[in-house]
Nanobody, 116 residues
């Protein structure tokens, strides 16, 4: 099992950047596919980005390609989404998720608010 704690959220102006972090506790972090999702007010949770265990393969939702970059540091058990050119539509609670062997674990989320 793995426990996830997100940090780095906050208020940023449109066009700005923000880097979130997700710190994982537990064993075998490098065996987990790490993902980010987000949930805007009144909407369902949607996929943002994912990275494989080695960190050499990534996937992004189409609307985030070119603006978001996901990376991980397995020595620190941490995964980072770098978010650039933020828009008010990016306002949401951002959740970190770890997946392995059919099990998915979630963090508590961190709020990102983008002002226009």
């Amino acid at each position: 099992q793995v426990q996830l704690v997100e940090s780095g959220g906050g208020l940023v102006q449109a066009g700005g950047s923000l880097r979130l972090s997700c710190a994982a506790s537990g064993r075998h972090f490098s065996n987990y596919v790490m993902c980010w999702f987000r949930q805007a007010p009144g909407k369902g949770r949607e996929f943002v980005a994912a990275i494989n265990g080695k960190g050499d393969s990534t996937d992004y939702a189409d609307s985030r390609k070119g603006r978001f970059t996901i990376s991980r540091d397995n020595a620190k058990n941490t995964v980072y989404p770098q978010m650039n050119s933020l828009k008010p539509d990016d306002t949401a609670v951002y959740f970190c998720s770890a997946v392995r062997l059919g099990y998915r674990y979630w963090g508590q989320g961190t709020q990102v608010t983008v002002s226009s």
